[in-house]
Each structure stands twice: as C-alpha cells, then as structure tokens.
Nanobody
Framework: QVQLVESGGGLVQPGGSLRLSCVAS????????IGWFRQASGKERERVSC???????????YYGDSVKGRFTISGDSTKNTVYLQMNSLKPEDTAVYYC????????????WGQGTQVTVSS
C-alpha cells in the first residue's frame, strides 16, 4: 500500500526555520519524483518544490519563486524520506504542506500525504 506521511510542521516565528519530512512506505522513493505543495486557507494549492530523484546526486530540483533561496529539498534513500528545509519563514508561508509522488511517465501526481500545518506568526 502506497503511503506518504508528512511531519515537522508547527508554529514558528517569522524568520525561523522548520524541516518537514515526507516518509514513504509501500514503494521505493528512488524511482519517483517527489513534490512539496502547500495550500493556504482560501487559496489554491501551490507547488513549492520538487525533486526528480533522491538517489541521484545531480537530481534536478524545482523551487517556486516565492521560496527560492529560502527552502531546500533533499532526500535520504536509506530512510525513504524527502525533506523540505524551510528557512527565513514569513507569515505568507503559513499553509498546510503536502508531499506527493509521481513516477514517469505519469503526468499527474499520484498519492498524496495527509498534510502538515505550518503557521508562521509572532
């Protein structure tokens, strides 16, 4: 059974940091692209970052303009986990963060996690 579980969210002050984790079970992340998305209250879901392979040292990554230079996506094959390191957090980063998987040649994202809440507030 394919499953993704996010964790690491919480309440943090502006300028602070959090590291989100996305643990996969039922499949090997080495063969999948993983994306991080977020959805703020009343807004559409936004793609934050993705990585096409955590098993390759030169796997390509993507970052949305709003998080470039502040967020970093990475993975650990031994733990079947993808991380999203979030630094210099801003109130506008407040949202529920989700991870999702996609395996080529699929165009659409497949399984999604349940999400983890990130709140940036003083």
């Amino acid at each position: 059974q394919v499953q993704l579980v996010e964790s690491g969210g919480g309440l943090v002050q502006p300028g602070g940091s959090l590291r989100l984790s996305c643990v996969a079970s039922g499949f090997n992340l080495d063969y999948y692209a993983i994306g991080w998305f977020r959805q703020a209250s009343g807004k559409e879901r936004e793609r934050v970052s993705c990585i096409d392979s955590i098993s390759s040292t030169d796997g390509s990554t993507y970052y949305g303009d709003s998080v470039k230079g502040r967020f970093t996506i990475s993975g650990d094959s031994t733990k079947n986990t993808v991380y999203l390191q979030m630094n210099s957090l801003k109130p506008e980063d407040t949202a529920v963060y989700y991870c999702a998987e996609k395996r080529a040649p699929a165009v659409d994202w497949g399984s999604w996690g349940q999400g983890t809440q990130v709140t940036v507030s003083s």
